[in-house]
Nanobody, 123 residues
């Protein structure tokens, strides 16, 4: 089992920034591919960003490309999502996810999910 705990959400004005963090349990975090997803009220969960085990492969949704940055700190068992130039349409609950399988397929197949952290962007 992998437990994921997100933090860093909040209320911010349009154009502002937030940094989300997700701490994962387990002693083999470096073996997890990680991702961020979001879900707005009345909408389906959507992909935001993903990062491979080594950090050498990164993907972003077109809607956040150039504004969001995913990174990982293996020594802290943490994946980050730096969100800049936030827009009201970025308002959603943000979830991190982990793929701890041995597969090197991309995109990852996520097996574990956090409880989410709310991000609200006011206009």
């Amino acid at each position: 089992q992998v437990q994921l705990v997100e933090s860093g959400g909040g209320l911010v004005q349009a154009g502002g920034s937030l940094r989300l963090s997700c701490v994962a349990s387990g002693r083999t975090f470096r073996d997890y591919a990680m991702g961020w997803f979001r879900q707005a009220p009345g909408k389906e969960r959507e992909f935001v960003a993903a990062i491979s085990r080594s950090g050498g492969t990164i993907s972003y949704a077109d809607s956040v490309k150039g504004r969001f940055i995913i990174s990982r700190g293996n020594a802290k068992n943490t994946v980050y999502l730096q969100m800049n130039s936030l827009k009201p349409e970025d308002t959603a609950a943000y979830y991190c996810a982990a793929d701890n399988s041995a597969s090197t397929a991309w995109p990852p197949s996520y097996r574990f999910w956090g409880q989410g952290t709310q991000v609200t962007v006011s206009s």
